[in-house]
């Protein structure tokens, strides 16, 4: 499968976006604690969230998703095995994050330790130390890792890092530990507070999220709910960065403005126009960006997931950009295909320096995973002729249909299988 993209259109239109792929999956998860059937709904139509409905019915649950895609019931009743089925989790990383419910549920899970990926060397250290502090016993042997409590104690954890999964996964295992866990340090991101919010919905008591430190009080068991979950900020952010660099006006909804205040800060800076609405925003391009820097952090501070976008957008402003990415070391394994399509793209260490062309020309090029894939359609957006991208499956876990989006605000993009395109 291959997009094929005809570049130097102006997007136009409205938008809609869906639900965020990084709460989904945790709350997905985290419904193995629940003590009856929770119903989900603004759940995104991703791949990745098909990969988590593989976990959860490989442990035991029975998962049934409607007709809409979005709407979906978990029932945890029946979930009675400790490892998550090892192909999946070699898959999606995101899959150890049944870990910590595993735990809390079973008193002891296995697992395959997730292996380096795409963006960098991601080891689960800290999750572990975490499930150790409430008294797990670890054992790694072999690349597996086994943590086993007859008992969660609640305790106090001082995390390294912010890490979002260390802190979901420690939040989940907590619920029903006995006794009052601390996390500090903890990291700030809103899929956590919705994480939060849906388990306290279930019975949890949880206050903090949002803020470095996080209160678990344990309870003894939960129940079920509905839930809705937020939207995706990251996706949000995409078309954001694509309606600018494009020079277009578009009106992107279900968006929880809050969520993308530091985007919106470097768009202005850049120098496009964005009204801010209840739960939408428009943007608005100029001719031609400014380039500004950037420095990623832990929300609030500027998200490494839109990084490489922001990067396709600096590649055409008028001046050069200093991009510092402070979370993940190798993410920048895109900008080399970003170059095959005339950017001037310069990377040392954790720097990428931009300087920004008038233009970018098709080429045919490969997404390297799912952020850098979705650059590499807005460089395409602002291209020259026709780019051709493989590798659109890595874009598809985590984008509920961007090409097809696009197309709606106006980009002509082609999804075409390799034996299509020998034929055209
Ligand atoms: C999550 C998001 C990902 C986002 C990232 C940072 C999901 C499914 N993924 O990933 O899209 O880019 O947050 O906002 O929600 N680290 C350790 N030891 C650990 C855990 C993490 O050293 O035990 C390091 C990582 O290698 C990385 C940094 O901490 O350098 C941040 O990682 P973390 O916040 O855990 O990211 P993820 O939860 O994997």
Known sequence: MKLVIAGSRPLSGVVKVAGAKNAALKIMAASLLAGGVCRLSNVPRITDVDTMLGV??????RVDVRPDGSTMSIDPSGVDRCEPPEELVK??????????????????VRARQPGGCNIGPRPIDLHLKGFAALGAKITEERG???????KLKGAEILLDIPSVGATENIMMAACLAEGTTVIRNAAREPEIVDQQNFLNRLGARIRGAGTD??????????????YAVIPDRIEAGTFM?????TGGVARIENVIVEHVQALIAKLREAGAEVVEGDSYVVVRGPRRLRAVSIRTLPYPGFPT????????????????????ETIFPNRFRYTEELRRMGANVRVEGRVAIVQGVMALSGA?????????????ILGALVSEGTTEIAGVHHVDRGYEDLPGKLVKLGAAIERVTASERQVG
């Open 91 to 108: 898959e999606m990383r995101a899959s150890i994050q049944v870990m910590g419910p595993l735990l809390a549920r079973l008193g002891y």
């Open 56 to 61: 959860l019915r490989g442990l035991g649950a």
């Open 213 to 226: 430190t996080i209160r678990i009080e344990g309870v003894k068991s939960l129940g079920a709910t509905d």
């Open 241 to 245: 960065v694509a309606c600018a660099m």
């Open 144 to 150: 597996y890792v086994s943590v086993r409590a007859e």
């Open 305 to 324: 997931d839109m990084q490489p976008q922001f990067v396709a957008a600096m590649s055409v402003a008028c001046g050069t950009s200093i991009v510092t």
């Open 364 to 376: 045919h090029v490969e997404a390297p995973d799912l952020r850098g894939g979705a650059a590499l």
